[in-house]
Nanobody, 126 residues
Framework: QVQLVESGGGSVQAGGSLRLSCAAS????????MGWFRQAPGKDREFVAA????????YYADFTRGRFAISRDDAKDTVYLRMNILKPEDTAVYYC???????????????????WGQGTQVTVSS
């Protein structure tokens, strides 16, 4: 079955960096788009970044403003989210997601993704 397992979250001070990883299994990882979302307490889950199956189409939410970078390693069936210059407002649970419904469109909404990881907590203190 499809499994997505995130890791790399933690507590950092403002201005710090983290790299999140998401290890995928149960499907042909290299054939599908992958995304990162986040959910802060009391807020809806929101789009962070997504990458096409080819790796050449990448999209980011405006709030990342060049601070975040998504990448994928198909040899390891893993997608990454590098986060730099972290701010307290980046505090959230970060989720990895897989879109197995379409290879050609890079989704940027929760509804477009079929499978989700359990999430990893990122806490940024001021």
């Amino acid at each position: 079955q499809v499994q997505l397992v995130e890791s790399g979250g933690g507590s950092v001070q403002a201005g710090g960096s983290l790299r999140l990883s998401c290890a995928a299994s149960g499907f042909t990882f290299s054939d599908y788009c992958m995304g990162w979302f986040r959910q802060a307490p009391g807020k809806d889950r929101e789009f962070v970044a997504a990458i096409s199956w080819t790796g050449d189409k990448i999209y980011y939410a405006d709030f990342t403003r060049g601070r975040f970078a998504i990448s994928r390693d198909d040899a390891k069936d893993t997608v990454y989210l590098r986060m730099n210059i972290l701010k307290p407002e980046d505090t959230a649970v970060y989720y990895c997601a897989a879109d197995l419904g379409s290879r050609w469109y890079v989704g940027r909404t929760v509804a477009e993704y079929d499978y989700w990881g359990q999430g990893t907590q990122v806490t940024v203190s001021s």
